[in-house]
């Protein structure tokens, strides 16, 4: 004796149209799911990194912070000054006792990169610095305890 399920799968699916609908509805549904499963993979984009090394005459003890400013640019605050990174070209600022222009001290700890352009750098102990990249100067705010 067929069950009553029995029954009304053959009555639902009794002839070949019928059978051919519900493999396409099913074929449909798996894909619409495997679609909201794995979407992001479709929708995404790739994203790819490339290891950059410093150059052999910089040797990075440690980086203290790392930013990237309005025009793209990569920053880092390092024991050896500040840097810059534009995808291709690594340029260094650190302190010149002879220029009262550039970097107050070697030792950055922190930076912000502010909606303006301007890059704020923290120092171990010697201030704070504003730097002005279109003018590529430095103004010095002193810790004064």
């Given amino acids: 004796m067929k069950s009553s ?8 699916f009794s002839n070949q149209q019928d059978s051919e ?8 549904s798996v894909t619409i ?16 990194f ?4 410093p ?3 910089y040797p990075w003890t440690w980086i203290g ?8 640019y990569m920053w880092f605050a390092s024991d050896q000054g500040l840097t810059r990174f534009d995808g291709v070209k690594i340029n260094r600022y650190t302190h010149d006792r002879s220029n009262d222009n550039s970097l107050i001290h070697n ?13 704020w750098a923290g120092t171990f102990g010697y201030g704070l610095d504003k730097f002005d990249p279109i003018n590529n100067v430095f103004t010095h705010f002193y810790n004064q305890p």
């Fill in 5 to 12: 399920k029995e029954i009304r799968l053959k009555h639902l």
């Fill in 55 to 57: 150059p052999e005459d």
């Fill in 50 to 53: 490339h290891l950059v090394s």
């Fill in 107 to 119: 030792r950055v700890a922190s930076l912000c990169a502010d909606s303006k352009g301007l890059i």
């Fill in 65 to 72: 912070d790392i930013k990237q400013d309005v025009q793209g």
């Fill in 33 to 48: 799911c495997l679609l909201l499963v794995n979407g992001n993979l479709l929708w995404s984009q790739q994203r790819i």
């Fill in 21 to 28: 609908n519900y493999h396409l509805l099913f074929s449909i």
